[in-house]
Nanobody, 128 residues
Framework: VQLQASGGGLVLAGGSLTLTCSAS????????MGWFRQGPGKEREFVAAIDWSGTYTYYADSVKGRFTISRDNAKNTGYLRIDSLSPKDTAIYYCAATDSSFVALTRMTNPIGNFHSWGQGTLVTVSS
């Protein structure tokens, strides 16, 4: 499977944005989907994940309540909605796939090593 994030742009603080993750290739194989971000001078960090069915979601503590992950398998697409944007959210956002157990994923300190099929990210810039 190949994933590609899109939908980034320049947004004013306090606004909202929905990012899209488009999947292609072997999309009929069940896989979890995750979002990550990498801010200027920072390491890539986990943001949110969702299982194949869309039933279970998992968020980094730093984004709970403002980020919403979802997916539409009929459209081979995942989404990340970000509300109440702040300049601290400025980063390149990536989506990726995982074959790991979702339960195991939520118990990992840093699940990034369990994701694959990274596409090019999409830049989100939040101005104050």
């Amino acid at each position: 499977v190949q994933l590609q994030a899109s939908g980034g742009g320049l947004v004013l603080a306090g606004g909202s944005l929905t990012l899209t993750c488009s999947a292609s290739g072997r999309t009929n194989v069940g896989f979890g989907m995750g979002w990550f971000r990498q801010g200027p001078g920072k390491e890539r960090e986990f943001v949110a994940a969702i299982d194949w069915s869309g039933t279970y979601t998992y968020y980094a503590d730093s984004v709970k309540g403002r980020f919403t992950i979802s997916r539409d398998n009929a459209k081979n697409t995942g989404y990340l909605r970000i509300d109440s944007l702040s300049p601290k959210d400025t980063a390149i956002y990536y989506c990726a796939a995982t074959d790991s157990s979702f339960v195991a994923l939520t118990r990992m300190t840093n699940p990034i090593g369990n994701f694959h099929s990274w596409g090019q990210g999409t830049l989100v810039t939040v101005s104050s």
